[in-house]
């Protein structure tokens, strides 16, 4: 079930001695093991799906079996920077090997590495067990459960994904379906770490917001507002002059 942020937060303040990473909840990812996929949460907003596989083993934490962890996690290491899409990584250094999407005979980590810490404790051993967002060259299975434990992505997903989450993200991985979330207008930004040339996943329409939304205008709107309220003000001086 998706939970509210002052409950996230209430979360994460009792169990943040866990992590070492702080934890960031202006981005959130949310991965449904009901849906397989997973969407990124921004600033209150949805700004990108992907599809997703998790474990074919079912779901838990204990040590031993290959199961795909519920409940909130954070992002506490990433690791690939800038590595070429489809590269393999062994023990989470790349080899110097590429791979294409469903290159046949071969199952490695590729591409990307998020690393997830546990934050409650029916995840307390993900870490250990090395419970990862990756890269697969065995895209032809991305939809449907058919990891080791981890979450896997098509390469080309998993490194825009990378490139707009910070370290800390929180993460919740439920075994329902993913919950209704606005979109996030045009003018959110996308993410604190992607560049401003990275172009969104599915990019999604602008929702006006409605008065009982919560959320507080973006700095972009503000801007935007201010600049707006200035241009008139300049025009009714400007025809006053010539009157």
């Known amino acids: 079930m998706f939970r509210p942020l002052a409950v996230i937060l209430s979360l994460v303040t009792v169990t943040t001695g866990l992590a070492v990473t702080p934890v960031d909840t202006s981005s959130q990812i949310i991965i ?25 083993f079912g779901l838990g934490d204990n040590w031993g079996r290959m199961t795909t962890p ?7 290491k990433k690791i690939g920077d800038n590595a070429p899409t489809g590269a393999v990584f ?3 250094r790349p080899t110097g090997e590429v791979l294409k999407p469903n290159a ?7 591409t990307r590495i998020i690393w997830l810490r546990g934050l ?10 090395c419970i990862y967002i ?34 800390g993200t929180l993460v919740q991985i439920t075994a329902d379906r993913l919950p ?3 979109k996030a207008p045009r003018s959110q930004p996308i993410s604190t770490v992607a560049s401003a040339n ?46």
Request: with cysteine; charged share 25%.
């Open 32 to 56: 449904s093991v009901r849906d397989q996929k997973l969407i990124l949460v921004q600033n209150g907003g949805k700004v990108a799906t992907y599809p997703v596989s998790t474990s074919m």
């Open 70 to 76: 519920l409940g909130y996690l954070a992002v506490e």
């Open 90 to 92: 062994h023990n989470r």
């Open 104 to 110: 046949p005979g071969r199952d490695p980590i590729t």
């Open 120 to 129: 409650e404790a029916q995840n307390a051993h993900a870490f250990q067990r």
């Open 134 to 167: 990756h890269g697969t060259p065995q895209e032809k299975n991305i939809g449907r459960p058919a990891s080791y434990g981890c979450i896997r992505m098509k390469s080309a997903d998993v490194a825009e994904l990378y490139d707009r989450v910070p370290l």
């Open 180 to 182: 209704k979330v606005a």
């Open 198 to 243: 990275t172009k969104t996943h599915n990019e999604e329409q602008a929702v006006p917001a409605s008065p009982s939304d919560e959320s507080t205008l973006s700095v972009e709107q503000m801007r935007q507002g201010g600049a707006l309220a200035a241009r008139r003000e300049k025009a009714k001086l400007a025809s006053n002059k010539r009157l």
